[in-house]
């Protein structure tokens, strides 16, 4: 069964920079987009930043653009983002998401980022 698995994430100072990754697992057929989303206490579920396969389209929400960068293995069905200059308007639970070619959704279990002094 495909699944999600989620890695990095924590505590980071305001300006600080972090680092989360998501690998998927349980299939051989490569998703079609990768990306993560976030969710803050009291606010609905927002897209962060979305990734199609092989980096042929990248999208970022506005107040990420220019301070992360999301990534993929063009073979593999893992995705990176890089967070940086974070803010603690940032400080949310970020969980990767992935599409597949016959229409599911997968998410993962969700990581928390903390911007904090």
């Known amino acids: 069964q495909a699944q999600l698995v989620e890695s990095g994430g924590g505590l980071v100072q305001p300006g600080g920079s972090l680092t989360i990754s998501c690998v998927g697992s349980?299939?051989?057929?490569?998703?079609?987009?990768m990306g993560w989303f976030r969710q803050a206490p009291g606010a609905q579920r927002e897209l962060v930043a979305r990734?199609?396969?092989?980096?042929?389209?990248?999208t970022y929400a506005d107040d990420v653009r220019g301070r992360f960068t999301i990534s993929r293995e063009g073979t593999r069905n893992a995705v990176t983002l890089r967070m940086n200059s974070l803010k603690p308007e940032d400080t949310a639970v970020y969980y990767c998401?992935?599409?597949?070619?016959?229409?599911?959704?997968?998410w993962g279990q969700g990581t928390q980022v903390t911007v904090s002094s």
């Open positions: 990734i199609y396969p092989f980096g042929t389209a990248i």
């Open positions: 998401h992935a599409s597949l070619y016959d229409g599911r959704d997968l």
């Open positions: 349980g299939t051989v057929q490569l998703f079609n987009t």
